[in-house]
């Protein structure tokens, strides 16, 4: 407990799944955090949990969104030390040739737009508060293992990940790092849509079965990486982007 002791985080898309859980644990952790969701009820109901919590509503792929983000959080604790881009969204498994124009454009704008502007926004703010940052992005393991059905969902991972590269060199010498985390398929409301079927307990024996540790992810699984690659324990540690699959990656 305490490793983000005076910290000052926003996480997108925390109304639920990853980032509610991101959330939560940085806050169990002792930072501030700035709940960023599309979904106003949701996103309003867990700021009501904790009086470490704040609220913004927010489109991550509108760069106006971006700036009053910024300036909630500065207002409400004069900083920000972690941006974690976390909102993302899909289209149902489906062939290439049957996913449509709006769909894909979708993709891109929420899981790759957002992570541009978000990081023009944040880096802008740590550079001048000068005591660097922590950017956590949330890929996924099939940005480097990608699967029929889901190409441009997993093209848009891709290109967080060498993006995650890319941020790190330019702003490792302001001391802001930026790493991100790949996860495997995890039990929250995006599954059904990856995998394009209810999950039934046949449907859960398979996706584990080349998995080396036997199990899909948890909430925690991501949370734990998240609290680590935010606090000063990874303070040398930048450019990374890291599984947590169970080994699915090998």
Known sequence: MGRLNNKVAIVTGAGSGFGAAIAQHYVDEGAKVLICDINVEAGEKLAATSDAFAFQAMNVSVAADWEAAMDKAISLWS????????????????????????????????????????????????????????????????????RPGLVWYNASKGAITNATMGLAAEY????IRVNSICPLATMTGLL??????????????????????????????????????????????????????GGRAI
Do not use: C
Not at 210 to 215: E, Q
Not at 225 to 236: K, R, Y
């Open 79 to 146: 900083k920000v030390d972690i941006l974690v881009n976390n909102a993302g969204t899909s289209y149902k498994n489906k062939s290439t040739n049957e996913v449509t124009e709006e769909e894909f454009d979708k993709v891109f704008a929420v899981n790759v737009k957002s992570v541009y502007l978000g990081s023009n926004a944040f880096t802008s703010r740590a550079k001048k508060q000068g005591s660097g940052g922590a950017m956590v992005n949330i890929a996924s393991v099939g940005a480097h293992r990608p």
């Open 192 to 245: 059904p849509t990856f995998i394009g079927k209810e999950i039934t307990p046949e449907v859960r024996e398979k996706l584990t079965a080349n998995v080396p540790l036997g199990r899909l992810g948890e909430l925690r699984d991501v949370s734990n990486a998240a609290v680590w690659l935010a606090s000063d324990e990874a303070s040398f540690v930048t450019g990374v982007n890291l599984d947590v699959d």
């Open 172 to 175: 490792g010498p302001d001391k």
